[in-house]
Nanobody, 126 residues
Framework: QVQLVESGGGLVQAGGSLRLSCAAS????????MGWFRQAPGKEREFVAS??????????KYADSVKVQFAISSNNAMNMVYLQMNSMKPEATAVYYC?????????????????WGQGTQVTVSS
């Protein structure tokens, strides 16, 4: 059974930092794309960042709104994906989801992802 489990969410003041972690298990995520999405109240789920991992060059992609403040990375040996969020703004408040595809994908289209975590709440206070 495939599981993606996010952790690291919480409450942070504007300008602060958080690091989200995603632990993947139950599937050999090789030659695939892993991503982070977020959904704020009353809004649609939106792409945040993605990374191609294992048998690739680790290419990353970011939404324009986060490309300066956020960084996605992975530890392939540990089956972990991370999202470092710096200089956070209140508009980053959302539930953040880790997602895994079954092959390399463009990264920013949520329907390309088959596996999803349960989400972790991130709240940025002003």
């Amino acid at each position: 059974q495939v599981q993606l489990v996010e952790s690291g969410g919480g409450l942070v003041q504007a300008g602060g930092s958080l690091r989200l972690s995603c632990a993947a298990s139950g599937h050999t995520f090789s030659s695939t794309t892993m991503g982070w999405f977020r959904q704020a109240p009353g809004k649609e789920r939106e792409f945040v960042a993605s990374i191609n991992w294992r048998w690739s060059d680790g290419a990353t992609k970011y939404a324009d709104s986060v490309k300066v403040q956020f960084a996605i990375s992975s530890n392939n040996a540990m089956n972990m994906v991370y999202l470092q969020m710096n200089s956070m703004k209140p508009e980053a408040t959302a539930v953040y989801y880790c997602a895994g595809a079954e092959a390399y994908r463009s990264g920013d289209y949520y329907k390309d992802y088959k596996y999803w975590g349960q989400g972790t709440q991130v709240t940025v206070s002003s």
